[in-house]
């Protein structure tokens, strides 16, 4: 390849790296704007008069700090609860860990449900609604079996649902890393990333959909959009329950609680598995916000302007990509994971922020070549609008 042949691909190379660093500033200012938003608009609750609730928790196996996870929601500060879990099979080592749960807590109410295999493609969904079908109280809150709250997280989490207008509330969460670089990257990907563009959506246009680790939703509000057979299959179920419920009238809340997503050590396979997995489900699900957010990293953009740069002989511009792009992802990580969701991670070693903006562009790219996905032992299609086609079912749920 001739030199003037690389000179212009040099050219055009710095063409995309300022225009990716000043979409990457765009961002991080609507960031900002959406966490003062966040911020200013929640206020602790404060109420005696709180509905009783029926929380839903499917579970699989012995997931890391299961026994943790699950008793943080049997010392809930709330007046009257039941708490309802649900297994695919009755020898789930999880149900183990549950039964002596319930007898350290007899004061809690509790079922536990065996469900068989799930005919739906959505498994989750299906214990859902599995469970909602036994449950006592009009307000449901279901949450993953991997994820850890504080005492006050139903209080918080509710307190939005006594007006009537608001048909559901979901939360953010943090990465709880239980050690290893490559659960690092997935877990500070949780705290900073998946929260920057939850926070910049709300701000922009509302939540219209929901987060997975915590969705809390009246019976009225479900029965109007057909109940959970209305997304048993989508892959992204908790955003397809959220986009309904808003388009059927309601208001879906993003609470101010931050709740913790254990993130258990991995290998770089399951973490680039696990990681372009829910990448695909949010290209099936939101196609153009998804295509967009190739416009809101900021590490690749200054790696290209960097390279661009020297090779043109303009070192000066070529330090100043690449630092903007490191001011850039440094400042994201402290605002948003630290201020917002309060991780020590994104404090004491921010620096890995920037090593997972570039996996995310990677990661964003690869959602693009397949429509295949794994979920446990089960293997899906994607199609068109986020439903899923089984294609091959595993031996467990």
Request: proline content about 6%.
């Amino acid at each position: 390849m001739s030199i003037s042949a690389l000179s212009y691909i040099a050219w055009v190379g710095l063409a995309i790296a300022c225009i990716g660093t000043i979409s990457s500033t765009i961002f991080l200012m609507l960031t900002f704007a959406g966490v003062w938003r966040h911020l200013r608009d929640n206020a602790a609750a404060n109420t005696a008069n709180f509905p009783p609730v029926s929380v839903l928790k499917p579970v699989h196996g012995l997931e890391p700090e299961l026994r943790e996870n699950l008793e943080s929601f049997f010392r809930q500060d709330y007046p009257a609860y039941e708490i309802l879990f649900a297994a695919a099979d009755a020898d789930d080592p999880a149900l183990t860990v549950i039964r002596e749960l319930c007898a350290q807590y007899p004061e809690i109410p509790t079922q536990i449900l065996i469900t068989g295999q799930p005919p739906w493609p959505n498994p989750p969904a299906y214990s859902f609604h599995r469970m909602s079908e036994i449950s006592k109280y009009d307000i449901l809150v279901t949450s993953d079996s991997d994820v850890m709250v504080a005492p006050n997280y139903l209080r918080e989490v509710i307190a939005p649902l006594l007006d009537r207008k608001n048909g559901m509330v979901t939360c953010v969460y943090r990465g709880k890393n239980l050690g290893g670089f490559w659960s690092a990257l997935d877990a500070i990907g949780m705290s900073v990333e998946m929260t920057a563009g939850v926070l910049v959506a709300n701000l922009l246009e509302g939540m219209k959909f929901g987060l997975g680790p915590t969705i809390a939703v009246r019976k009225d509000a479900l029965a109007k959009i057909g109940g959970y057979p209305s997304v048993g299959d989508y892959f992204s179920n908790d955003f397809a329950i959220g986009n309904f419920i808003e388009k059927a009238g309601y208001r879906v809340v993003l609470s101010h609680h931050v709740i913790d997503h254990v993130v258990a050590p991995m290998t770089f396979r399951r973490m680039w598995e696990r990681q372009v997995r829910w990448a695909r489900g949010t290209r099936y699900s939101r196609p153009k916000g998804h295509f967009g957010s190739v416009l809101v990293f900021a590490m690749p953009y200054g790696i290209v302007g960097f390279a661009a740069g020297e090779f043109l002989g303009l070192p000066r511009l070529a330090g100043l990509l690449l630092g903007l792009a490191l001011l850039n992802r440094l400042a994201e990580c402290w605002v948003v994971g630290w201020k917002v969701v309060h991780d020590p991670q994104a404090r004491s070693s921010a620096w890995i922020y920037p090593i997972r903006d570039i996996f995310g562009f990677l990661v964003w790219c690869a959602s693009y070549l397949t429509r295949k996905a794994v979920w446990r032992d089960s293997r899906y299609e994607l199609v068109e609008g986020g439903r899923i086609v089984l294609r091959q079912s595993g031996s467990k749920s």
